[in-house]
């Protein structure tokens, strides 16, 4: 029963986190010792204490709960606390072994340690206990890299949840990096963005259109990953190459380049791009620009 309510699926209608903290702390002031309102409310609080605090009577309330160590495990490794996420992690696999999440956890935290042949070997468990997991095969595929067993991985992952955004934004991430079956590429990314309008592979179909040589579609894709992610600066430099590629547009690309100087000064990408795009205007005598 605990499981069917968890995690939940979106924020309050209408009032985003507050709101759905609001909510859930009134639950919680009817209902003090529900495990799962305050394992909600842990997933929702924004300030680090007080979460932590409501992970922790998640467990004291329903220590058998598999779900509330694997979340809390979760959580600790966001904040940068491996070990004790670790610890978290393994008591959600003793609770639970027929899990996946758990060992897809743990991948990822050796993963960001470094140890890749330990996040293998715990991806590969993952997906060995539970073959229904596509997280697992997807994390299999990044672990992978741009190969054909990671490609592999991805697919199985689409046939196991087609009509998840990421998964067919990381298949044509694959075919992309590796220079191959461009149009499967195109199509993926235009079916995660079909999937999730918000989805940020609409920046690498703007590179696979600029790769075919279809730069008007791809500088609308780029327009498009501006609105979505303002904050980006990758969308802005391509588009503001591509500009200076055109000729007679560089003081489009000028423009284009102010806006990512202002997001990010010290990104290396926006300091060549404005390289590139002060060389030709000086090469064009255009010193004022």
Same mark, same amino acid.
Do not use: C
């Given at each position: ?9 979106? @924020? ?64 600790? *490794?966001? +904040? ?30 050796? @993963? ?13 468990? =993952? ?17 992978? !890299? ?6 592999? @991985? ?11 955004? *990421?998964?067919?934004?990381?298949? !044509? ?57 303002? =904050? ?13 590629? +055109?000729? !007679? ?30 060389? =030709? ?7 004022? !620009?």
């Amino acid at each position: 029963l605990l499981l069917e309510w968890w995690p939940p699926a979106a @924020a309050a209608p209408g009032g985003g986190v507050e709101e759905s903290v609001n909510r859930t702390s009134e639950a919680i002031s009817v209902d003090p010792a529900s495990p799962v309102l305050n394992l909600h409310m842990a997933y929702w609080q924004p300030e680090p204490e007080k979460a932590r605090a409501h992970f922790q009577r998640t467990i004291d309330l329903a220590p058998a709960w598999d779900e509330a160590h694997g979340e809390f495990g979760a959580y600790l *490794a966001q +904040q940068g606390e491996r070990e004790e996420a670790r610890k978290m992690l393994q008591a959600a696999m003793r609770l639970r072994p027929s899990s996946a999440r758990p060992l897809i956890g743990l991948a990822r935290l050796a @993963a960001d340690e470094g140890d890749a042949e330990a996040a293998l070997a715990e991806a590969e468990r =993952a997906a060995e206990v539970d073959p229904g997991a596509a997280e697992a095969q997807a994390l299999l595929g990044e672990l992978l !890299g741009s190969t054909a067993e990671g490609e592999a @991985a991805v697919r199985k992952a689409m046939d196991l949840d087609p009509d998840n955004p *990421a998964w067919h934004h990381f298949l !044509g991430t694959h075919l992309a990096i590796r220079g191959i079956k461009l149009d499967e590429a195109e199509a993926a990314f235009r079916t995660a963005i079909k999937l999730d309008p918000q989805s940020p592979a609409v920046y690498d179909l703007g590179l696979v259109l600029q790769e075919r040589g279809d730069l008007k579609s791809a500088a609308r894709a780029y327009v498009s990953m501006i609105e979505v992610y303002p =904050a980006d600066v990758r969308p802005r430099v391509n588009l503001a190459l591509m500009m200076m590629s +055109q000729g !007679g547009k560089l003081h489009m690309a000028s423009r284009q380049l102010t806006e990512a100087w202002k997001l990010d000064p010290q990104s290396p990408q926006v300091l060549q791009a404005t390289y590139d795009v002060v060389a =030709a205007h000086v090469r064009q005598g255009d010193l004022q !620009g």
